[in-house]
């Protein structure tokens, strides 16, 4: 299968929050699907409707599984089921919440019933890689880790990761996440193809980390626990959306989500509507310069007079292809600084006109 066909992403590697503060006021959201995590946690924004957009029919299979199991559990149940925390009933609630699926998700989750069995959140390939990884880094510095996981205090945590992490074996490890081979020929991801030299990738990687040491607890951050952690669990940091006190609410907004199959570059040819809001991820990630300008004119075809837009940069970073894309330098930095995500920096603006001359 290629990469169009896998389960790649499953849990949750991006700062909901971050997209919240990006697109503060808008009404209509495009958002791509991915693990599903974002689409979900935009329904905590003050949007009237969220459309997730998805190339990948596994991905949107996923974020259907989600919803038909948010809509039909209570909050451990849906911890339990999805694999947060732990069940021997996954495949019986599956039989229960099946009728609620679309035929095509159906098959799809039909064959992969030893996916549901284990529990899809952390079923992706980029999961399982961060499982490897965490392995591996505990293996080295188990006891560092834990302490960096206990501490309290930011400044403590800046001191230790200095003292224990920087410029050392463990740091090269965390660096294998942004190594082109990996992104080739165990994810098997078109973008490994745009990632650049090592020395580069882990310069980035190594100013990161120390950034974020120095500027939040990494054990507040759900992307740093499955760095160090390779899970999630009920007791720990978990996305916007997953978190106890935001369930009800994600419930009662369930049926402003609509899930769409298609990519960036057919939107104008698919009549879902313009929309003032649009959460992008890091798809520049998978494109060469002809394919991102040709997603921008997708995206820019939609676009309500003054949209927002937030867009994540892993490594990648090429800059917008037209003059229209107006980025808020100020609050890019800003969110870029305070995303717990870690890896990505943000960018974010306005949309100035709705077409793409």
């Known amino acids: 299968m290629g990469f169009f066909q896998n389960l790649n992403f499953s849990s949750a590697n991006e700062d909901g929050n971050t997209e919240l503060s990006a697109l503060a006021g808008s009404r209509r959201i495009l958002c791509l699907t991915g ?76 064959r992969k019933r030893n996916m549901v069995r284990a529990g899809v959140w952390h079923a992706g ?124 609410m994600l419930k009662d907004r369930l049926e402003r989500l609509r899930i769409v199959e298609g990519g960036l570059v057919d939107l104008p040819n698919m009549a879902i509507g313009s929309f003032d809001g649009f959460s992008l991820s890091d798809f520049g990630s998978y494109s060469n310069w002809q394919a991102y300008e040709e997603c921008w004119k997708g995206i820019v075809a939609v676009a309500d007079l003054g949209a927002r837009f937030c867009e994540r940069i892993f490594m990648n970073d090429m800059p917008p292809p037209f003059e229209k894309i107006d980025v808020d330098k100020t609050l890019s930095e800003a969110l870029t600084v305070s995303d717990k995500a870690i890896i990505y920096r943000v960018r974010t603006g306005k949309i100035h006109c709705g077409d793409n001359g």
């Open 125 to 248: 390939k980029w999961e399982k890689l961060l499982l490897w990884n965490s392995r591996f880094l505990r293996l080295m510095r188990r006891r560092d880790i834990k302490q960096l996981m206990r501490i309290e205090n930011v400044e403590a945590q800046g001191r230790l990761w200095e003292e224990k992490f920087a410029s050392s074996k463990l740091q090269t490890a965390l660096e294998m996440i942004g190594r082109d081979w990996i992104w080739r020929w165990v994810m098997r991801e078109p973008a490994g193809e745009f990632l650049p030299p090592p020395q580069e990738v882990g310069a980035r990687l190594n100013s990161d980390f120390s950034r974020a040491a120095r500027t939040f607890l990494f054990k507040e951050s759900d992307f740093a626990l499955l760095i160090f952690n390779g899970r999630h669990d009920g007791d720990g940091a978990l996305p916007v959306h997953l978190r106890r006190e935001n369930y009800k």
């Open 35 to 110: 693990s599903g995590t974002r689409p979900l946690d935009m329904l905590l924004s003050t949007a009237d409707e969220v459309v997730a957009l998805d190339i990948n029919p596994v991905q949107n299979a996923l974020l259907e599984l989600k919803i038909a199991a948010i809509r039909s559990l209570d909050y451990d149940n849906l911890l339990s089921f999805l694999g947060v925390a732990r069940s021997k009933s996954r495949l019986s609630i599956y039989q229960q919440l099946r009728p609620e699926l679309s035929p095509a998700a159906r098959d799809i989750w039909d």
